[in-house]
């Protein structure tokens, strides 16, 4: 596989010439979404080659079985998936009855094109049959941002050097399976099939979880710009619909059908009306027409990237990189819906099963609420207390009682669904993270109204499973949490990782410290919660013991806290001194050898000083990171951006571009060499905050919104913007120094390089 072949454009992924190889991996890398639907860029027609269907629907899944070898007692009994929905995008193609196949075709010319500024693919190639007959394919296709349930195609094909017959064959594919079924199982059960003239749709619903789906289609034909009516011949099978459309079209001209697809869903309408619901919003899609869709997709793009947008001047591959991660990052998550989440795939692949993990709390609310409204960032929190409750279930199926909630390290409807031991049951710091994005929500937007609303709840269950988590040891006269996995997830049953026992102090101070705000300012909310939750003063106060006297293992000699008791046991030795050969070591070592190696998959007690940084002075963090980023191997796609942004605050220029580099264009230069499997979007969100809160040093710690900009050497310059509170607020930055532009109509208060600053409304600070 050619790992470099996406050309360099400011706004546009651009794929120039075919290469068998790189299919599975362009599917992932030119995927689109919408927020409520995504389908990776499988090709319309035919393609025998190797290749992984995928289309997905927000909220749609299914409980897989658990396939494990030896059953463990609190073990989930299945692990969730995003489902591999019917496939609406199918269009075989025939020329004078010859089938247009790309594994099979010559192919003259091939240019694959995603907007990133209007979200609309297009593919563009010659191919050449062996009887010499040459055509011309043109192929456009978004997912509307107006309709969120329909997605348009316009396939076009001119005959170049003969005259001949050119058939069309659209058709909804129900029989899907998902390529990682455990148990090779269809997920499926088709329920019905409508054909209507030019429109057709197809009734399925899930197994075991019963969510019906309204696949539709609707037809329109073209020939050189003018609508023609052209009789069709059906064919249905069990599980699909295909019309057949044939003319004879003369060399140089262009015969188009354009397809309008999509889903209803019955999470958002009654069953018995989905399709009824399909034949309409399919219908106002015809009204509207291609073009007037497309139109409006340009302006809803407009209006996300006029607040999402990175401008990086003088690096053109770190422009794509960003625009890129930002992009996917828009169309997996629209925030309207909090019943949705972030798949660490979003919609662009099947691993990970599309659920949910704590990557959204640690990476993606940030950027969801410094680019849009603070509702979209409200939404994923109110998303994880609808959940509360099945939390609380799954700590008591692990032995924790009167109302301690354990989070789940995967998810689709808040029951666990991760079955590898080391993870369900030791990863517990998830459910620091919960906390951690309560507070960075309050403490950046202000709404201190949602604590009393839905945040104390959460907060008063998860400090409950803390005080019962952890163990008095009479040994070191403290309290310590055994058996546990931390970020690092290249050690398992550590006892006492610095990061989770940090975490733990600071959730049940956190949870303490609200309590006494909410006792004080809103007594009637603290005096519902507290019956609500049976909250009792002595157990309150078992949690400030516990929080006071916790321990966290240190080492005098390094002047670091260790990631674990028995981290200095190891070899250190640095991961520069790996053969090159050896690496990536997940894929080249045995797990016995990986478990007792110092390395490092991701940021671990790196993490807790990217969450905590004003807990420590500088002296402090330059330690730690200059003790552990030698020893990690950023085998996880969640660990460069928290090294980039340390770095960029110790004054690492170059290991922070270094680490900006390797995040940004992960999927891009496929790093891992897995990008055929999917993107890896909730990282994505680590690309946005290496360059905000990298190099553009914005902190918000204690309600106090400050900027310490750096700019990469070989960049000219760089602009974003950031909403806070009622403000938007634009920041530049290049060699000379930085501006910030106040683009609202009230002051606003910062500080810049420890400068405090007010900048009027609609007025530019220059320094």
Known sequence: M?????????????????????????????????????????????????????????????????????????????????????????????????????????????????????????????????????????????????????????????????????????????????????????????????????????????????????????????????????????????????????????????????KYGGYTQSMNHPKGELFHMSKKVLNKAAEMGFEDLLEKQDKSWAKIWDTADIMITGDIKAQQAIRFNIFQLNQTYSGEDSRLNIGPKGFTGEKYGGSTYWDTEAYCIPFYMSTKDKNVAKNLLIYRYNHLEKAIENAQKLGFKKGAALYPMVTMNGEECHNEWEITFEEIHRNGAMVYAIYNYVNYTGDYEYIASHGMEVMIAIARFWNQRATFSKDKNQFVILGVTGPNEYENNVNNNWYTNYLAKWCLEYAL????????????????????????????????????????????????????????????????????????????????????????????????????????????????????????????????????????????????YEMYLRTSRLDLDDYNHEVHEGLHITSMAGTWLSIVQGFGGMRNFDGKLSFNPRIPKNWKSYSFKIKYRDHTIKVFKNHEGCKFYNESDSPVNITVSGQEITIFNQDLVIL
């Open 2 to 258: 050619n790992l470099n072949y996406i050309k360099p454009d400011e706004w546009k992924i651009i794929e120039e010439g075919f290469n068998k190889e790189n299919v599975t991996a362009s599917e992932s890398i030119f995927s689109l979404g919408n927020g409520a639907m995504g389908q990776r860029a499988n090709f319309e027609e035919n393609y025998s080659g190797d290749t992984l269907q995928g289309s997905y629907i927000g909220g749609i899944y299914y409980p897989d079985k658990t396939r494990v070898g030896w059953w463990k007692n609190g073990y989930p009994e299945y692990f969730a998936k995003v489902l591999n929905a019917p496939n609406w995008i199918g269009i075989g193609v025939s020329i004078n009855g010859k089938v247009l196949d790309l594994n099979t075709c010559h192919i003259i010319e091939f240019t694959r094109e995603l907007d990133m500024k209007t979200g609309v693919l297009t593919r563009s190639f010659i191919v050449e049959f062996e009887d010499g007959d040459m055509v011309k394919i043109r192929v456009t296709r978004f997912l509307s941002m107006t309709l969120q349930e329909v997605g348009v195609i316009k396939y076009s094909v001119t005959p170049i050097n003969f005259k001949g017959e050119i058939e069309f064959a659209p058709y909804i594919d129900a029989g899907i399976v998902n390529k990682d079924a455990n148990y090779d199982e269809f997920f499926w059960e088709i329920l019905d099939k409508k054909l209507d003239g030019d429109e057709a749709y197809i009734m399925s619903k899930t197994l075991k979880t019963g969510f019906h789906v309204c696949t539709g289609m609707k037809i329109e034909l073209i020939l050189n710009d003018y609508a023609v009516n052209i009789q069709s011949a059906s064919e249905s099978t069990e599980k699909s619909v295909t019309y057949r459309y044939k003319t004879l079209v003369n060399s140089g001209d262009t015969f188009s059908l354009v």
């Open 513 to 656: 410290e609200n309590l006494e705000l909410l006792r004080v300012k809103y007594p009637e909310d603290y005096h519902r919660i507290a019956v609500k939750t049976s909250l009792e003063t002595n157990e309150t106060n078992k949690w400030a013991e516990v929080a006071c006297q916790i321990y966290f293992p240190y080492s005098k000699e390094y002047e670091v806290y260790l990631q674990q008791d028995g981290f200095l046991d190891k070899e250190l030795i640095p991961v520069a001194q790996l053969p090159k050969s050896e690496r990536p070591i997940n894929q080249k070592w045995s797990w016995d050898r990986i478990l007792r190696s110092p390395y490092i998959k991701q940021a671990d007690v790196l993490q807790g000083f990217y969450f905590f940084e004003n807990h420590f002075d500088e002296h402090t963090i330059e330690k730690h990171f200059d003790f552990y980023e030698p020893l990690t191997v950023h085998e996880s796609s969640l660990s460069p951006c928290v090294h980039a942004i340390l770095a960029s605050k110790l004054n690492k220029n170059e290991k922070a």
